[in-house]
């Protein structure tokens, strides 16, 4: 698009016009085109999902063989009892019931944390007992002048600390009742998963609102 003005002022527009004819043949050719691309696209990520599971076949880890329940009852902490449950998709090697005894586990770590620290003030060739830390007191060494710089607790103070955390753990830690929070099963081969995964797994609006009558009542726990 452009404009000039003429000698004698008047204005003139130009607007620039293709020749060319756009005819039925044109609008046949790119729909054509359109559908190839389309179904060009489609095979493309078939091909590439089918090498995805060729791989993952050819790379076998635990996982193709195991599932995970994230959202357990509570109280099912019996291994029997879910190994029965998913027996019915095929053999299962192991189940492994997870609590939710984070504190428990802490303390135990930083019990272990304590031991070690003792056992750095062993004369060599001494060993620590975890589970009678008394001899080890008698015969740990007195803090040099390098760890006293570092703040390091010496043997009297680890003893305190150790026994602190023993009379927690047991007088309430281990009297606790934990509740499951995760389960996870391992079958004896991956089509056992396979089968147990197809015939479990539900629409996300169904999970959402637990939906229980989505499912046949043989694969309810």
Request: proline share 4%.
């Amino acid at each position: 698009f452009a404009q000039t003005t003429a000698d004698d002022g008047t204005n003139f527009s130009f607007i620039l016009v293709n020749n060319c004819e756009v005819n039925s043949t044109v609008g046949l050719v790119t729909l054509v085109s359109l559908i190839f691309v389309c179904a060009s696209i489609v095979i493309l990520q078939k091909m590439v999902r089918n090498k995805i599971i060729a791989y993952d076949d050819r790379d076998t880890t635990s996982t193709d063989f195991s599932i995970q329940v994230t959202n357990p009852p509570d109280d099912a902490d019996d291994p029997e009892e879910w190994k029965q449950f998913f027996e019915q998709f095929g053999d299962v090697a192991c189940v492994t019931i997870a609590l939710n005894n984070e504190e428990l586990l802490q303390a135990l770590i930083e019990r272990r944390n304590l031991i070690l620290q003792l056992s750095s003030l062993m004369p060599s060739g001494a060993d620590v007992d975890p589970k009678d830390i008394d001899p080890a007191i008698q015969k740990a060494l007195p803090l040099r002048w390098y760890q006293k710089l570092m703040f390091a607790s010496d043997a009297q103070t680890l003893q305190k600390q150790i026994q602190k955390i023993d009379m927690k753990i047991e007088n309430d830690l281990s009297k606790r009742n934990y509740s499951v929070c995760k389960v996870f099963v391992v079958f004896e081969y991956e089509a056992y998963q396979q089968k147990a995964l197809e015939a479990l797994s539900v629409g996300g609006w169904a999970i959402l609102r637990n939906n229980t009558s989505m499912m046949k009542p043989k694969h309810l726990f």
